[in-house]
């Protein structure tokens, strides 16, 4: 039986699946908690390929269900013996289009997958996780859609600011019983809910992605097996962006209406109304970075 035990929802594909991976490169136990039965399978396949079958189980949750997830909690726990780590990261793009057009069935549907889900991943991994008296850690996924309105459709975006919330106000809650709870919002990462490649994604590298190459499910991944971790052992309501630079680079107003001189490669200084004479000084060739 595994030291450590971790249940992640989502974790058939996708940034889920690398999170699986990562918790089996630590010896942990995992149960994937996933409504997608085939690509489960696929998954667990996968991993007893490399080794690790006896150590990774499955579980088909509607992770919108309470007596669901109260299951998968439960069969973490009888697999295992115990549950140290939930990761939250089922999820869908949800309902879109107009709000005036939106249907409130669809509005339901995107906030019972993307919010009361995390709800009910607390609720039960965190009375698991306060019976057996060790702590343990809860990791939520957020959005960069979470930071602004334009990130993202409008119930998706509301929904994952909502998580990033909930995630504060639960790591009060659960601090006196060392249990840690916190959050990773990615940016644009390839999986197949985004359905894009490198290709599809460079007009944004470089620009509104600053750094130059396409995010990848294991990015993410690594952020959650840190958070997961002793060496995170301090850090609780937080929330970590992984998203290439895209959030610090705000709306990139300047490059929109073209009034970001360094964009188009002027060095100079714009003295405003000062009466003083504003300079180019000079123009700059745009090089690519190496390495990258």
């Known amino acids: 039986m595994a030291e450590q035990a971790a249940l992640v929802t989502g974790g058939a594909s996708g940034m889920g699946r690398a999170t699986v991976a990562r918790f089996l490169d630590r010896g942990f136990g995992v149960t994937i908690a996933d409504l997608n039965e085939r690509v489960a399978e696929k998954t667990l396949a996968h991993f007893a390929e490399q080794g690790a079958g006896d150590r990774v189980s499955f579980v088909r949750t509607d992770v919108s269900s309470e007596p669901a997830f109260e299951a998968a909690v439960a069969h973490t726990v009888d697999t295992y013996g115990r549950i140290d780590a939930l990761v939250n990261a089922a999820g869908v793009g949800g309902a879109f289009g107009p709000l005036t057009e939106i249907d409130v069935e669809d509005w339901d549907y995107t906030f019972d997958v993307l919010l009361r889900s995390v709800f009910l991943g607390i609720k039960h991994a965190g009375r698991a996780m306060r019976a057996q008296g060790t702590g343990g850690s809860i990791v939520n996924f957020g959005s960069v859609a979470a930071h602004a309105g ?23 809650e659960f601090a006196p019983d060392r249990i840690r709870i916190n959050a990773v919002s990615p940016g644009i990462i390839q999986t197949p809910l985004i359905g894009l ?30 958070l997961a971790s002793d060496d995170a052992r301090f850090i609780t309501g937080e929330n970590i962006t992984v998203d290439g630079g895209m959030v610090a680079a705000g709306p990139q107003l300047g490059d929109m209406v073209n009034n970001n001189p360094a964009m188009r490669g002027l060095v100079g200084v714009n003295r405003g109304s000062t009466g003083e004479r504003s300079q180019i000084k000079r123009k700059l060739g745009r090089t690519e970075p190496k390495g990258a």
């Open 150 to 172: 334009g990130l993202g459709v409008q119930p998706y975006s509301v929904a994952k600011a909502a998580v990033l919330h909930l995630t504060r106000v639960a790591s009060l």
């Open 197 to 226: 490649n490198e290709k599809d994604l460079e007009p944004i590298l470089g620009t509104v992605q600053p750094l130059p190459y396409a995010g990848e499910p294991d990015f993410v991944a690594g952020v959650v097996s840190f």
